[in-house]
């Protein structure tokens, strides 16, 4: 008896089965991909792809405008985004160049990632004379950025669980290098709002390189630093810890 054929993946015409659904219905699976690395990645597939998967319904963007034109869910810097999203949220920064971030509050949860290959290809600079670059008041999850800081500090943690993964924290080095922070936090563990208490505070660090600065992390309030862990490659050094309740 002949070996029985494997049945193929693909359609009669030769195109894969999920692409025959339609564009609403991808874009709804690809609402439950993680927005780094799954649903950039799927950006990368076809024209098809990149449409659905960078649609305004699933996240905003900053870019540069090339012409005078307005398209709906981009946004030419990252303050005006996170005026205009919604709690859970994703941004997504454009790689190349450099963007401004001085003093931005984020008071709502909100994912925002750079859309590099690498965190050297997107990067948000605080000039000197502001505070921070990002003022976290709610739970939020930064990955794939560089942050720099000329004088003060990148992050600044005042509530909520912020995590950081695989981003770059730079604070340039001057004679006031003593004033500069990669982040601060001022949070309190202890709250008498119950639903506060329940969330928690905290600051969990993945795979992020720390350069300049006083010392990498600087606590105001009631939460110290953790589990520290550190890999150092040839040019440079990649750190994981946590910031919580002592």
């Known amino acids: 008896m002949p070996p029985k054929r494997q049945r193929s993946a693909a359609g009669p015409s030769g195109e894969a089965p999920v692409n025959s659904l339609d564009d609403g219905c991808l874009m709804h699976i690809f609402s439950f991909l993680s927005p780094i690395p799954d649903r950039y990645n799927t950006a990368l597939v076809c024209h098809r792809w990149r449409f659905l998967a960078c649609h305004p319904r699933l ?23 996170v005026s205009a999203a919604r709690p859970g949220d994703t941004i997504l920064i454009a790689a190349g160049g450099t963007h401004v971030a001085r003093n931005i509050q984020i008071k709502k949860p909100l994912c925002i990632i750079g859309g590099g290959e690498l965190p050297d290809d997107t990067v948000l600079t605080c000039s000197r004379g502001s505070d921070n670059a990002l003022e976290f008041l709610s739970t939020c999850k930064i990955a794939n950025l560089t942050i720099r800081a000329e004088l003060g500090c990148c992050l600044l943690h005042r ?25 601060i936090s001022t949070a309190i563990e202890y709250d008498s709002f119950s639903s506060l208490k329940e969330q928690g505070h905290g600051v969990t660090v993945v795979r992020t390189r720390i350069e300049g600065g006083a010392k990498a992390v600087r606590t105001n309030g009631t939460l110290a630093l ?15 810890f946590e910031v919580g309740e002592r």
């Open 59 to 81: 996240w905003l963007r900053v870019e540069r405008p090339i012409r005078n034109t307005i398209e709906p869910g981009v946004y030419p810097n990252l303050e005006s985004a």
């Open 159 to 183: 509530s909520g669980r912020l995590t950081i993964e695989e981003c770059l924290l730079q604070c340039e080095q001057n004679p006031l290098d003593y004033l500069s922070f990669p982040i």
């Open 226 to 240: 953790q589990h520290v862990r550190a890999i150092y490659s040839r040019s440079s050094v990649f750190f994981w």
